[in-house]
């Protein structure tokens, strides 16, 4: 027999099949966009901490340098260490200059000197191994001269019976003002071996002693 039935409403939902779950909808919150916004965040953090250790890496190590080269120009010549293998030398005044003599009279235990020798009057630098070297010089003036403030580095060869003059620098002081000048030259020579280095001023009275030093360093 056939049917004929008809009716307006839909049929029942069919049962659904043993060990089937139907899939839950999407819980608010993990829209495409909010898990872009969570991976920028993440990797933000990552650089953030990464670029901030860095950083405290290169501070720790630039610390480090600074100590080790401020330690370095505080030591006497015992405290220098065997790795400084290049011949230097940075030279501190000496307080108590002899009369108004011109030449400078340097301070042996508070410099820094390294395969690079003085005269017994310590007033001179003797050169022991030959090179080009970097050579310079700071003098100030805290007094007034009739004559010109000059200071001059002199260098004199072994065979030679008068040194010559390689630098030289000025400054000027009013005399009715008391007030400070500094001189500073440098200057890079080819150096042979017992070659012989010192610094001239007009006059050693004329000197703020605190401000002068002498020095040079092989290339």
Not at 6 to 16: L, R
Not at 57 to 85: H, I, N
Not at 170 to 181: A, E, G, V, Y
């Amino acid at each position: 027999m056939i049917n004929t039935f008809h009716t307006s409403y839909n049929p029942p939902p069919v049962p659904p099949r043993s060990g089937y779950s139907r899939p839950l909808p999407p819980l608010p919150g993990t829209t495409p966009l909010l898990k872009f916004l969570s991976v920028m965040l993440l990797l933000l953090m990552v650089l953030t901490f990464g670029g901030f250790f860095y950083l405290s890496q290169k501070f720790s190590q630039a610390l480090a340098v600074r100590e080790q080269a401020a330690a370095a120009a505080a030591a006497p010549m015992k405290g220098l260490a065997p790795s400084f293998s290049r011949p230097a030398a940075h030279m501190v005044l000496q307080t108590e200059q002899p009369g108004s003599n011109k030449q400078l009279v340097w301070n042996k235990e508070h410099s820094l000197m390294w395969e690079v020798e003085t005269s017994k009057a310590r007033d001179t630098l003797i050169i022991k191994s030959p090179g080009i070297y970097f050579i310079y010089s700071q003098i100030t003036f805290s007094k007034h001269s009739s004559s010109s403030l000059k200071q001059s580095i002199w260098r004199k060869k072994p065979n030679d019976k008068e040194p010559e003059e390689i630098l030289k620098s000025f400054c000027s002081l009013d005399s009715k003002i008391p007030d400070m000048c500094t001189a500073s030259l440098s200057g890079m020579f080819h150096l042979k071996e017992k070659q012989e280095l010192h610094v001239q001023v007009t006059n050693t009275s004329l000197l703020n002693k605190d401000s002068c030093s002498f020095g040079l360093f092989k290339l």
